[in-house]
């Protein structure tokens, strides 16, 4: 977390935080923070699309009579479909935002790997894999890699593209204490259990192994 977010979130009049059920939550907390989650919403819901819209009307509702903070995880700007909701919302409204960014995931994951990015990096969410076809020319980052059904539907779209025996990397908590990262075969990834701090990487087919 970067300095500027720390000292929004701690000096915020209303804090919410997108979940709970994170690291960085549960270490601030510790430390005595009081703030709002969504997980409610998320336990609910019927899906993601639903989650976010509530999760954006809640927070404009809210701004509307009084400073709010809302905070998620890495970069806002990076994966965070709430945050561009909060964003299209409050301009109709002409309600200011104002960003204290820090480290988003794509980095965490590059520095868990220790692979430098110098030919482009292609990021697909897990959920929408159907739609984002991976790109055998670049490096690709899939994130929101939640579970084992997440992981399965990811590994079928990656064979259509990648020999089965195709080597990817599944990074797991990246740029926290528990951090690790495995090496696996396509056809294994759905092998083993999966959280929502878990990414897989893809090396370009030029780079890759297996087949």
Avoid: W
């Avoid at 990817?168 to 990262?181: C, L, M, N, Q």
Wanted: aromatic fraction near 10%; charge should be negative; glycine fraction near 6%.
């Amino acid at each position: 977390m970067s300095a500027s977010a720390l000292d929004a979130v701690q000096s915020a009049e209303r804090l919410y935080f997108r979940t709970g059920r994170h690291p960085a939550a549960a270490e601030l907390a510790a430390r005595g923070l009081r703030f709002e989650t969504f997980d409610e919403i998320y336990d609910h819901a019927p899906g993601f699309d639903e989650v976010y819209s509530l999760i954006a009307s809640r927070l404009i509702e809210t701004a509307r009579t009084r400073d709010v903070t809302y905070a998620v995880p890495g970069h806002p700007l990076f994966a965070e479909r709430s945050v561009a909701l909060v964003l299209d919302l409050a301009r109709r409204e002409d309600i200011p935002v104002v960003f204290a960014p820090s480290k988003s995931f794509v980095e965490a994951c590059l520095e868990a790997l220790a692979i430098p990015v110098d030919k482009g990096l292609r990021l697909i969410d897990a959920l929408t894999i159907g739609q984002t076809q991976p790109s055998p020319d670049l490096p690709n980052l899939i994130y929101q890699v939640y579970d084992r059904s997440i992981a399965s539907d990811v590994k079928l779209v990656l064979m259509d593209v990648y020999p089965d025996g195709f080597e990817a990397y599944v990074i797991s908590t990246a740029g926290g204490p528990d951090e690790a990262v495995e090496k696996l075969r396509l056809y294994m990834l759905d092998r083993r259990e999966y959280d929502h701090l878990t990414s897989i990487y893809v090396p370009s087919a030029e780079c890759g192994e297996g087949g």
